[in-house]
């Protein structure tokens, strides 16, 4: 089993940073691509950013150049940057990653942190 924790979501001014913090746990041989979504109230939820094995990171346009991932593999974790945060950032995060056990990879998601950013 694997488990998937995320942690340091919250309330912020506008301009203001959060860094969110996901921790993989379980049953773990390798992990592959690890990943940040949001998702705002009635709204589908969009990935924002991911990193892969060989570090490599993508970004939705509306947070490149404020947002930034990263990955420390050596405490199974991944994390999110988050700077000049806006009203608009305002979302439930969760953090997904792809998990090798046994044979091929199983995708995981956190259970979502809130993070709320005031005008």
């Known amino acids: 089993q694997v488990q998937l924790v995320e942690s340091g979501g919250g309330l912020v001014q506008a301009g203001g940073s959060l860094r969110l913090s996901c921790l993989v746990s379980?049953?773990?041989?390798?992990?592959?691509?690890m990943a940040w979504y949001r998702q705002a109230p009635g709204k589908q939820r969009d990935l924002v950013a991911h990193?892969?094995?060989?570090?490599?990171?993508n970004y939705a346009d509306s947070v490149k150049g404020r947002f930034t991932i990263f990955r420390d593999d050596t405490k199974n974790t991944v994390y999110l940057q988050m700077n000049s945060l806006r009203p608009e950032d305002t979302a439930v995060y969760y953090c997904?990653?792809?998990?090798?056990?046994?044979?091929?990879?199983?995708?995981?998601w956190g259970q979502g942190t809130q993070v709320t950013v005031s005008s």
């Open positions: 379980g049953s773990i041989f390798a992990i592959e691509t």
């Open positions: 990193i892969t094995t060989r570090y490599r990171t």
């Open positions: 997904n990653a792809q998990v090798v056990s046994s044979g091929p990879f199983t995708q995981y």
